[in-house]
């Protein structure tokens, strides 16, 4: 299965941008529907975005829908979560998962996801 390691992180103020970044290493990439989730201290992980194997399909969480965008590039192993207008609700730690699939299906369950990486931490401050 895939490897995945999260980057791009960091603490920015209200309104900003932040691109987080999920590199895959191990199995053809190109298998894999790809999610992200995210965790704020005291609360569960919620899904955030997802995208289909080709990144024809994706899907969002309502809290996110119209400000985050998620891509990805299967030759360079990479999938991205652009995010915009952050808001402190958004201060979590965000996950990348990954999906081993033999079709388009894009889960948007966290415990569909095969392989996740340690995360990094996004804090939007006021």
């Known amino acids: 299965q895939v490897q995945l390691v999260e980057s791009g992180g960091g603490v920015v103020q209200a309104g900003d941008s932040l691109r987080l970044s999920c590199a895959a290493s191990?199995?053809?990439?190109?298998?894999?529907?790809m999610g992200w989730f995210r965790q704020a201290p005291g609360k569960e992980r919620e899904f955030v975005a997802a995208?289909?194997?080709?990144?024809?399909?994706?899907y969002y969480a309502d809290t996110v829908k119209g400000r985050f965008t998620v891509s990805r590039d299967n030759d360079k192993k990479m999938v991205s979560l652009e995010m915009n207008s952050l808001k402190p609700e958004d201060t979590a730690v965000y996950y990348c998962?990954?999906?081993?699939?033999?079709?388009?299906?894009?889960?948007?369950?966290?415990?569909?996801?095969?392989?996740w990486g340690r995360g990094t931490q996004v804090t939007v401050s006021s």
């Open positions: 998962a990954g999906k081993n699939t033999i079709s388009s299906y894009t889960p948007r369950q966290i415990d569909e996801y095969d392989t």
């Open positions: 191990g199995r053809p990439f190109s298998r894999y529907s």
């Open positions: 995208i289909s194997r080709g990144g024809g399909t994706t």
